[in-house]
């Protein structure tokens, strides 16, 4: 269970949702129940590198949507707009 501690503060860290936003110049994008850690003591938060990636190509697809702001769901986000 040592995966599951938080090194930040010693708190426990549980299977949990998050939002990820990236602002750039145009506009930002926002990805909704995007799958992280929580740490339930001081709300830091890990991603995994496989999810990591998988915002990293859902933020360049939203991008090209030049919209001021787009909000995009994990799970399904070529078809959010
Ligand atoms: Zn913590």
Not at 14 to 38: E, H, L, M, Q
């Amino acid at each position: 269970m040592k995966g599951n501690i938080c090194p930040i503060c010693g708190g426990m860290k549980v299977a949990s949702t998050t939002s990820f936003t990236v602002d750039y110049n145009t506009g930002v994008v926002v990805i909704r129940n995007v799958p992280a850690k929580v740490c339930t003591q001081c709300g830091e938060e890990w991603i995994s590198d496989r999810t990591a990636a998988k915002l990293e190509k859902i933020v360049s697809v939203s991008k090209k949507q030049r919209q001021e702001i787009f909000v995009a769901r994990f799970n399904n986000y070529s078809l959010a707009s």
